[in-house]
């Protein structure tokens, strides 16, 4: 399988091109990659490197993703092409994400659409989830594989940096079902620092998808030091709280350190409970501490009733009715 030809890009004078998939909406000249390195100018056309060229695919429980109001207990077939356009010192797939589909020894191998659906339905999984390094950069591919799940009766899941275009959300909503955005800090100077991109456009795609209807989860990885200081947590809570919807999932998890990335030890877990802490006070119903041995369950949040009973990551005890609590009647956001 060639390369793909790209989508959301426009031809402009002398042969550049301009990506219009992420906001950083990359001006390439010929012969040039975009910052992600798997979208290339070949005479004065764009191309994906990364089409179906998967460097992953896994079984995993949905809560991995983290989801955990999105079909709990569900397993979720899960791929990834290479690819990121963000540099995050910290990244924990760095091996699979800060590549192109083409500098790679031994290249990934073509995958071609059907085959990622007809495994996912072979593993028993409910969905498949576009994951591990940044999934939008596909978008050509996804879009394959999304309709062709949605006519096998599976969901779509994007677990995204949401640096998305709204050309870009506008392609993809229409067969994506759920997405966890990574808010990874809240001033747009650390934002910028620590992964080479604006804040506001992953806001604003927090926004777009919880408008179109796609389920949406939060998730702030805790980097000590960096962006777990009061002002940014809160930041982060609030945006939630009243620009999303108090029913907005908002996981909060431990960093440890990577091989590159060594120099701050991991995250405290005093350090999670006090942002698990900032997210209720800012009246966030669901609020979830990542990479801990504490609990994982869901409970009521008017009468405190568990109504969703996890074990491990492997097993989910829905204890819901009709979508409500079975002991108040409370509707438990979600879709289960
Ligand atoms: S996806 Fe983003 S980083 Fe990659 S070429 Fe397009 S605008 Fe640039």
């Not at 989801?67 to 990121?84: D, T, V």
């Not at 290249?107 to 495994?119: G, L, Y």
């Not at 030890?265 to 005093?270: G, L, S, W």
Request: hydrophobic share 35%.
């Amino acid at each position: 399988m060639s390369d793909h030809p790209a989508l959301l890009a426009s031809q402009l004078e002398d042969g550049k091109v301009r990506c219009e998939l992420c906001a950083h909406r990359c001006l390439i000249r010929p012969g040039q990659k975009g910052l992600c390195r798997v979208r290339e100018n070949r005479g004065g056309e764009l191309f994906s490197l990364s089409y179906g060229r998967l460097i992953a695919s896994h079984v995993d429980p949905i809560e991995k993703k983290p989801l955990y109001h999105f079909k709990p207990g569900s397993l979720s077939f899960s791929i990834a092409s290479p690819g990121c356009n963000f540099r995050c010192q910290w990244c924990q797939n760095a091996d699979i994400s800060q590549i192109s589909s083409t500098n790679e020894p031994g290249r990934p191998r073509f995958v071609a659409p059907e085959r990622v659906v007809e495994a996912a339905l072979a593993s028993k999984s409910q969905s498949i989830s576009y994951t591990y390094t940044e999934p939008t950069l596909s978008v050509e591919y996804n879009l394959s594989v999304s309709q062709m799940a949605r006519d096998a009766g599976l969901k779509n899941v994007y677990v995204t940096n949401g640096y998305m275009t709204p050309e870009m959300l506008e392609l993809s909503i229409p067969t994506l079902d759920a997405a966890n955005v990574d808010i990874k800090a809240f001033d747009e100077a650390v934002h910028r620092r620590y992964t080479g991109a604006h804040l506001q456009p992953v806001l604003d795609s927090c926004m777009a998808l919880l408008k179109a209807g796609v389920w949406l989860e939060v998730t702030t990885l805790m980097i000590p030091g960096i962006n777990d200081d009061e002002t940014q947590l809160q930041g982060v809570a609030e945006f939630i709280a009243t620009e999303l919807s108090l029913d907005v999932p908002w996981h909060v998890s431990r960093y440890f350190p990577q091989p590159q990335f060594r120099q701050i030890p991991a995250t405290p877990p005093e350090r999670i409970f006090y942002a698990m802490d900032v997210g209720r006070k800012a009246g966030l119903r669901y609020v979830y501490g990542g990479n801990l041995l504490t609990s994982t369950d869901t409970d009521c949040p008017n009468c405190g009733e568990r109504v969703v009973r996890r074990i491990g990551y492997a097993d989910a005890i829905v204890n819901l009715k009709e979508s409500a609590c079975p002991k108040c009647g409370f509707r438990i956001a979600g879709v289960w």
